[in-house]
């Protein structure tokens, strides 16, 4: 199996700030590799996907990069509905797997 | 929009079967494009993907779960269905269904069912 490995776990941040959280693959996984919000008990919902492909609805301020091993989401100017919980998840192989998560609180 | 609902037992005892049901709206079980897929999260934990189905009966599942999972769709009804035997309370979880995009352009979880809390307990 392939292990995701987020970073940090959790943080705060204020409104308006710049967040950045890594997640790293056990192995090369191309680009496969997808990131969702999660709010307290709501279902996960795409952000982004390959990597960089932002999804249809989602704001601008969020953008991913990377490929290979190693991966980035970024929220540029955090918004008061930023404030969740982000998960990457593998696409490369099954089984597929998810990230621990990286819980966003106000600081 | 599409839409998924997850429905069945909140509860379930210890070493019997949970079985769930999703029920898909406004889209098509037998759409080529897509898996359909369960995903859990026990309370305060992380996603675990569960394993998916297409349309024709072909599944793929988490090793760590293959010897106790059963998926099975049912293109007339727009459903698909997830069994799971032998609970312990390590299944005490959220349940979420969810459409997988697989024609290669995306590659994820697009759409989510709201999940349903599945407790397994005596």
């Known amino acids: 199996d392939i292990q995701m490995t987020q970073s940090p776990s959790s943080l705060s941040a204020s409104v308006g700030d710049r967040v950045t959280i890594t997640c790293r693959a056990s192995q090369s996984i191309s680009n496969y590799l997808n990131w969702y919000q999660q709010k307290p008990g709501k279902a996960p919902k795409l952000l982004i996907y390959g990597s960089s492909s932002l999804q249809s609805g989602v704001p601008s301020r969020f953008s991913g990069s990377g490929s290979g091993a190693d991966f980035t989401l970024t929220i540029t100017s955090l918004q008061p509905e930023d404030f969740a919980t982000y998960h990457c998840?593998?696409?490369?192989?099954?089984?597929?797997?998810f990230g621990q998560g990286t819980k966003v609180e106000i600081k | 929009q599409v839409q998924l609902q997850e429905s069945g037992p909140g509860r379930v005892r210890p070493s019997e079967t949970l079985s769930l049901t999703c029920t898909v709206s406004?889209?098509?079980?037998?759409?080529?494009?897509?898996?359909w897929s369960w995903i859990r999260q026990p309370p305060g934990k992380g996603l675990e993907w569960i394993g998916y189905i297409f349309y024709r009966g072909s599944t793929a599942y988490n090793p760590s779960l293959k010897s106790r999972v059963t998926m099975s769709v049912d293109t007339s009804k727009n459903e698909f269905s997830l069994k799971l035997n032998s609970v312990t309370a390590a299944d005490t979880a959220v349940y979420y269904c969810?459409?997988?995009?697989?024609?290669?352009?995306?590659?994820?979880?697009?759409?989510w069912g709201q999940g349903t809390m599945v407790t397994v307990s005596s």
């Open positions: 969810a459409r997988y995009e697989s024609s290669g352009y995306q590659n994820a979880f697009d759409i």
């Open positions: 998840q593998q696409s490369y192989s099954n089984p597929r797997t």
């Open positions: 406004s889209a098509s079980v037998s759409n080529a494009d897509f898996y």
